[in-house]
């Protein structure tokens, strides 16, 4: 569903959306431009998620002492 919403943007990236958007409206255009902005946002927050996550030396020792009783669980088995 498309809603209707009124958004001021500076005069250089109205302009440099009119040139690329080619065949399709400056709607579709600005919605993919908007999806793929988000979809970035996402891969970036999950990338710094991440290196927080094995930055920290505490994580990783957890994860190994998970690793080892794991396996210690899998070869009694």
Same mark, same amino acid.
């Given at each position: +569903? *498309?809603?209707? %919403?009124?958004?001021?943007?500076?005069?250089?990236?109205?302009?440099?959306?009119?040139?690329? %958007?080619?065949?399709?409206? +400056?709607?579709?255009?600005?919605?993919?431009?908007?999806?793929?902005?988000?979809?970035?946002?996402?891969?970036?927050?999950?990338?710094?998620?991440?290196?927080?996550?094995?930055?920290?030396?505490?994580? *990783?020792?957890?994860? *190994?002492?998970?690793? %080892?009783?794991?396996? *210690?669980?899998?070869?009694?088995?």
């Amino acid at each position: +569903m *498309r809603i209707p %919403k009124t958004l001021t943007l500076e005069e250089s990236v109205l302009a440099d959306v009119e040139r690329t %958007k080619g065949e399709r409206s +400056m709607s579709e255009h600005v919605n993919e431009l908007l999806k793929r902005a988000l979809d970035l946002g996402r891969e970036v927050e999950l990338e710094r998620e991440a290196a927080r996550f094995y930055s920290d030396p505490g994580d *990783r020792q957890e994860e *190994r002492s998970f690793q %080892k009783a794991s396996v *210690r669980s899998i070869t009694r088995d």
